[in-house]
């Protein structure tokens, strides 16, 4: 699992409309955070759950993906 930026304009790093996701790999993946990842064609991100953790700044929420 790895904390990362969703984008909507592929690899770019000034998107201001980025979101945090916990993106959630297969058992034998390597993933580190802010991993910059490319979606395979015919496969998708998909929403399974969501995942809280405490930061400096509170209790954040965000998504929890899987690419299917």
């Known amino acids: 699992m ?3 930026h969703a984008k909507s304009i ?3 790093i000034y998107d ?3 979101i945090l996701v916990l993106l959630v ?6 993933l ?6 490319g979606i395979p064609k015919g496969k998708c991100v998909k929403q399974i ?3 809280q953790y405490e930061s ?3 209790l954040k929420t965000v998504s929890a ?4």
């Open 32 to 37: 580190y955070d802010d991993l910059k990842i």
């Open 16 to 18: 201001p409309n980025k």
């Open 49 to 51: 759950g969501i995942y």
């Open 25 to 30: 790999g297969e058992e034998n993946s390597n």
């Open 10 to 12: 592929p690899n770019s």
């Open 65 to 68: 993906v899987t690419i299917k």
């Open 2 to 4: 790895a904390l990362t």
């Open 56 to 58: 400096k700044m509170g």
